[in-house]
């Protein structure tokens, strides 16, 4: 038996929650959210080399990616592998990228579903932005 982080009440040390004040795994002597999250030491341009996370904080908000390699839900790193995701190379479900291959994408040269594209797209459904704006402004 352990006392809970929280409020002290003792409970089990593999308590998911403490039955007195809720608190979520209240024997750890931290908790900072539900998930996965790993963040390499080593650094490139100021980014973390390798930052995964599939993390969700105690609020429930995402725990975006972000690392010159980022993978997760959210990302945004030069090397992009996210369902959403931000990236000079990007691979994902929706992504903003240079380079994209996603389901949508909005990017430089793409690869996608749905995409449009500033200089070279295939896919199903792309269309390049230049040819597309004067629809869109009316002109």
């Known amino acids: 038996m352990k006392p809970c982080r929280e409020c002290q009440h003792e409970i089990s040390e593999s308590a998911i929650t403490c039955p007195s004040c809720g608190a979520p795994y209240p024997a750890r002597p931290a908790w900072d959210g539900w998930g996965f999250e790993y963040k390499s030491e080593a650094r490139v341009m100021g980014l973390p080399l390798l930052h995964i996370s ?13 690392g010159f390699i980022a993978i997760g839900q959210f990302g945004a790193g030069i090397i992009t592998i996210a369902q959403f995701g931000i990236g000079v190379f990007s691979l994902g479900q929706f992504t903003l990228a240079g380079y994209a ?18 200089d070279r797209g295939f896919g199903q459904f792309v269309v390049r932005l230049s040819d597309l704006l004067p629809g869109l402004l009316g002109a």
């Open 54 to 66: 599939f993390k969700f904080r105690p609020n429930k908000v995402p725990v975006p990616a972000v």
């Open 101 to 118: 291959v996603a389901q949508f994408a909005l990017a430089y040269s793409c690869i996608a579903q749905i995409g449009v594209y500033v």
